[in-house]
């Protein structure tokens, strides 16, 4: 018996023939075509992400604020409130809320707006310029916007209840809405809209 050696094959072929040699037009072309696809999605999704991002940022800024307005209202027994304005929402005892920022002395104004020290700050957020917030009542139907004459007053009684209202935050196609509950001041339930 003959025993017959195999012959050896190589692990890589080559081919000389042009038509192999490389990738085609039309290869490249859909390639690239999806991988424009793809980049055009994620894109797109960065900027729905973005008004998203910044809704849910304000929303969770506007319940802590709620839940320290609750907290200072039992810790001083004193009502305090949730002052909406145009661009600012902020923490003031109830009897100040809804006044206007300047000083004055009957009747006339004098100096600047009121200056405000750092514990102040910190009970205050400034909204993003393109931001429009509006205020439903409880057991109402019509949404009241702030505007550059409009305060809207939350009040937060020394019991720790407050009335239940929702709070609607706008960004040119996108929004948010959400409803506090009364006994907690904390979000009951939260729709979010972006586009």
């Not at 006339?108 to 405000?116: S, T």
């Not at 514990?119 to 019509?142: F, H, T, V």
């Not at 935050?169 to 009951?188: C, F, K, V, W």
Request: glycine content about 6%; overall charge neutral.
């Amino acid at each position: 018996m003959a025993w017959k050696i195999p012959k050896m094959i190589s692990a890589a072929k080559t081919s000389h023939d042009p038509a192999h040699a490389g990738f085609s037009l039309l290869e490249i072309v859909i390639v690239l075509a999806i991988a424009a696809v793809i980049l055009g999605g994620a894109v797109g999704r960065m900027v729905y992400s973005s008004d998203e991002r910044v809704i849910r940022n304000t929303s969770g800024e506007i319940e802590l604020l709620a839940k320290r307005a609750r907290t200072m209202a039992i810790l001083h027994q004193a009502p305090y409130a949730l002052e909406f304005r145009q661009k600012q929402v902020r923490i003031l005892p109830y009897a100040e809320a809804g006044e206007d920022e300047r000083r004055k002395i009957r009747g006339r104004e004098i100096g600047g707006a009121v200056v405000k020290d750092a514990e102040e700050s910190d009970n205050e957020i400034q909204l993003p310029a393109e931001m429009q917030i509006s205020i439903r009542r409880w057991n109402a139907d019509k949404w009241l916007p702030t505007g550059k004459d409009t305060v809207h007053v939350w009040r937060f009684n020394s019991d720790g209840l407050c009335e239940p209202i929702s709070v609607r935050m706008a960004l040119e196609n996108s929004q948010g809405e959400d409803d506090y509950h009364p006994l907690t001041a904390t979000i009951r339930d939260s729709r979010l809209d972006a586009k």
